[in-house]
């Protein structure tokens, strides 16, 4: 495992206006109202970092609880965000069919020896929307299935609990699969595929990844970058996948694919695209990406706004409340930005 972006750097308290990284405001640019609901925020302890973009310009970078915005973090599930642009991309090129390609021929070798005939049926839109029907490897099945010697084999061996296409099961083993996929399919590792299609997002940059005993980089989950980044990416969503010098990094109408609801989360109820959430947050549609322990990314494009939020990854953030309270902060956050 590849920890060393993920725990590596003493912890450093960044006073509120300070913190020039890559992405990091001037100091008189942050609106008082924003400033207000960012002092309060610090009350919430489990919180990191938080920045705002509004039309392109970053009007707040945070660091709470020795959090810094300019530090490598894992952000866990949120790559779940990223992945799903990658397979985007791999259409665009080529690389991949579309989402309704069946995934068992790229993944034949590791299919089991007597495979059920639904394997046949999974489609890459079911990997990314959590619609596989296989049975889940997230929650109480994580950690038995990350102790197995090949991740993608458990993964496709999981018992049916529904059809392709059915309801959303969310597992990360779903998204696992989508990482092999886009390795099978491209010959390079996914690692490898971020850096080069999504290299033009100025300031983005994947700083460590996690791969599973086989080599492939763990499909939507252990993937550490600096917040700035993260917001350098959501920024690139936010302006219809072009990057700030106007070239086209992400497909646009990949973008809308991904936005699109095809499912529901029966923890929250909030819709599920692609690799992506959307609820309503201040009367506007946030599209959000959200990793353990409250690692966040919102996307609000009628509002011109990107929000990055990070966490401890010590808990989960749906049991503990904290998932509830960044919201709440985000919505807080669009208020003042008005």
């Given at each position: 495992?590849?920890?060393?972006s993920?725990?590596?750097?003493?912890?450093?308290?960044?006073?509120?206006?300070?913190?020039?990284?890559?992405?990091?405001?001037?100091?008189?640019t942050?609106?008082?109202?924003?400033?207000?609901?960012?002092?309060?925020?610090?009350?919430?302890?489990?919180?990191?970092t938080?920045?705002?973009?509004?039309?392109g310009?970053?009007?707040?970078?945070?660091?709470?609880?020795?959090?810094?915005v300019?530090?490598?973090?894992?952000?866990?599930s949120?790559?779940?965000?990223?992945?799903?642009?990658?397979a985007?991309i791999?259409?665009?090129?080529?690389?991949?069919e579309?989402?309704e390609?069946k995934?068992?021929?790229?993944?034949?070798?590791?299919?089991?020896?007597?495979?059920?005939?639904?394997l046949y049926?999974?489609?890459?839109g079911?990997l990314?929307?959590?619609?596989?029907?296989?049975?889940r490897?997230?929650?109480?099945?994580?950690?038995?299935?990350?102790?197995?010697?090949?991740?993608?084999?458990?993964?496709?061996?999981?018992?049916?609990?529904?059809?392709?296409?059915?309801?959303?099961?969310?597992?990360?083993?779903?998204?696992?699969?989508?990482?092999?996929?886009l390795t099978?399919?491209?010959?390079?590792?996914?690692?490898?595929?971020a850096?080069?299609?999504?290299?033009?997002?100025?300031g983005?940059?994947?700083a460590?990844?996690?791969?599973?005993p086989?080599?492939?980089?763990?499909?939507?989950?252990?993937?550490?970058m600096?917040?700035?980044?993260?917001?350098?990416?959501a920024?690139?969503c936010?302006?219809?996948?072009?990057n700030?010098?106007?070239?086209?990094?992400?497909p646009?109408?990949?973008?809308?694919?991904?936005?699109?609801?095809?499912?529901?989360?029966?923890?929250?109820?909030?819709?599920?695209?692609?690799?992506?959430?959307?609820?309503?947050?201040?009367?506007?549609?946030?599209?959000?990406?959200?990793?353990?322990?409250?690692?966040?990314?919102?996307?609000?494009?009628a509002?011109?706004?990107s929000?990055?939020?990070?966490?401890?990854?010590?808990?989960?953030?749906?049991?503990?409340?904290?998932?509830?309270d960044?919201?709440a902060?985000?919505?807080?956050?669009?208020?003042?930005?008005?």
């Amino acid at each position: 495992m590849h920890r060393r972006s993920l725990l590596a750097a003493p912890l450093l308290l960044l006073a509120p206006r300070l913190g020039r990284a890559q992405g990091a405001p001037a100091p008189d640019t942050t609106p008082p109202a924003l400033n207000a609901v960012l002092d309060r925020a610090g009350d919430l302890e489990p919180l990191r970092t938080v920045l705002v973009a509004k039309h392109g310009e970053t009007l707040a970078a945070r660091g709470y609880h020795g959090g810094r915005v300019d530090r490598p973090t894992n952000i866990k599930s949120a790559s779940k965000s990223i992945l799903a642009m990658l397979a985007g991309i791999a259409i665009e090129k080529g690389v991949l069919e579309g989402p309704e390609q069946k995934i068992a021929p790229l993944l034949k070798a590791d299919l089991p020896a007597d495979p059920d005939p639904r394997l046949y049926e999974i489609t890459l839109g079911n990997l990314l929307s959590m619609q596989a029907g296989l049975e889940r490897t997230s929650g109480p099945n994580y950690g038995a299935w990350i102790a197995s010697p090949n991740w993608v084999r458990a993964a496709l061996a999981r018992p049916f609990v529904d059809e392709p296409g059915g309801q959303m099961l969310y597992s990360t083993g779903s998204s696992h699969l989508v990482s092999a996929v886009l390795t099978r399919a491209s010959g390079r590792s996914t690692l490898a595929l971020a850096r080069d299609w999504l290299g033009a997002i100025e300031g983005f940059a994947i700083a460590d990844w996690e791969r599973d005993p086989q080599g492939v980089y763990f499909g939507g989950n252990q993937m550490a970058m600096r917040p700035t980044s993260l917001l350098a990416f959501a920024e690139c969503c936010r302006n219809a996948g072009r990057n700030r010098a106007g070239e086209q990094v992400i497909p646009q109408d990949w973008i809308a694919q991904c936005w699109q609801a095809r499912t529901a989360s029966r923890f929250t109820g909030d819709a599920y695209g692609y690799g992506w959430f959307t609820r309503e947050i201040d009367g506007a549609r946030a599209h959000y990406g959200w990793g353990y322990g409250g690692q966040m990314l919102y996307v609000v494009p009628a509002r011109g706004v990107s929000l990055v939020m990070t966490s401890t990854t010590d808990a989960p953030s749906g049991r503990t409340g904290h998932r509830d309270d960044v919201h709440a902060l985000a919505g807080e956050i669009l208020a003042a930005l008005g």
